[in-house]
């Protein structure tokens, strides 16, 4: 069989219309989802399409309906992050889950440099993608794409001083607050934090919890009982071996996230402290692993795949939206409380 013997008997809209009886107009709009025509003759065509096996042309498509059906998610970071800590597959798990659910396509784009994201920045255009998702933006580092002025809807994972536009976040102060409140509850008095990047507004944010904790107990805020960390283990384990230095006094530790509690465990244990009984520690995700560390470790569990659905969501409801209004959304969080932090004080 020739190759255009082959393309022949590919169907085709004329064939889908003559099928049907109807006009080829008529054909186009029901394929296309217009509401400009009948339930019958949409049955009618929808049959024909069924019976013939044809496949619309996307590029065709897009001509007609100035849609592609497709939005990017952008992620600004390392694919070394991207790929080894478990917040960035819960909320991609929720956007494919919210994308596929409306029938769109989702393409992923890891940015960790200027250069990236200027040869991205080609791409993302509306002849491309629909709209743009962007996550772990940070505030020291301006998105060099102003994809605002190319007309493409954009909502943004978390808040960021670099974007005054669309956001979902959870809310990461009254997370941190929980989690040192619940520390100074079990009798913790000297509460040391290994902080996110202050870059990011989830670090600052969940520095700012602390301090309010602190204050709420009666307690000082000392900068040296604070270390800033970047999210990963590495910082958290480094992070700990600081503060262990510094004050080897601490009763209590706030992790910003799970991956940097575990990383202090380690440094506690190799230091001789026992957890919980001389150093209670509590972490920020509530991911997975925090189940099945030794000892088991109290969190704040944030709502990774509602995050992620919530800023699908929001988004594809500015591509259908005639007019587009910002819109800010904060998630709430929950403590999880587990042997980490069992209570060292009747």
């Known amino acids: 069989m020739s190759v255009g013997e082959t393309r022949a008997q590919q169907p085709t809209l004329e064939m889908v219309a003559a099928r049907a009886g109807v006009g080829r107009g008529t054909a186009s709009r029901v394929i296309n989802g217009s509401p400009q025509v009948s339930e019958r003759t949409r049955e009618i065509v929808m049959q024909a399409v069924e019976e013939l096996g044809y496949v619309p042309n996307q590029a065709a498509r897009t001509l007609v309906t100035r849609r592609t059906d497709t939005v990017a998610l952008v992620i600004a970071e390392s694919e070394e992050r991207i790929f080894g800590e478990p917040f960035f597959a819960g909320v991609v798990r929720g956007i494919s889950s919210a994308l596929n659910d409306a029938s769109r396509q989702l393409v992923l784009s890891l940015v960790h440099s200027t250069d990236q994201a200027e040869r991205l920045g080609a791409y993302l255009t509306r002849q491309h993608v629909d709209g743009v998702l962007l996550l772990s933006l940070h505030d020291d580092e301006a998105f060099p794409v102003d994809l605002a002025a190319r007309g493409l809807p954009v909502v943004v994972g978390g808040r960021s001083a670099q974007w005054a536009g669309s956001f979902v976040d959870v809310d ?123 000892p088991p470790l109290s969190t704040v569990r944030q709502p990774l795949t509602g995050l992620g659905r919530a800023m699908a969501e929001m988004l594809l409801r500015h591509v259908d939206a005639d007019e587009q209004s910002p819109e800010q959304l904060v998630l709430p969080v929950e403590l999880i409380v587990r042997a980490s932090t069992a209570r060292t004080t009747p």
């Open 172 to 294: 990461n102060v009254a997370g941190a607050r929980q989690a040192v409140a619940h520390l100074a509850d079990t009798g913790r008095r000297t509460i040391a934090t290994v902080s996110g990047p202050r870059a990011m507004a989830s670090g600052r944010d969940r520095l700012d919890g602390y301090a309010e904790a602190l204050r709420a107990a009666g307690l000082a805020y000392d900068e040296e009982l604070v270390v800033e960390g970047d999210f990963s283990e590495q910082s958290g384990w480094a992070g700990m071996q600081e503060l262990l230095a510094r004050r080897p006094d601490i009763d209590g530790v706030f992790a910003a996230s799970d991956l940097m509690a575990m990383g202090a465990l380690r440094s506690l244990r190799a230091h001789g402290r026992r957890v919980p009984e001389d150093v209670g520690v509590i972490g920020f995700d509530g991911t997975p692993s925090s189940e099945t560390s030794d």
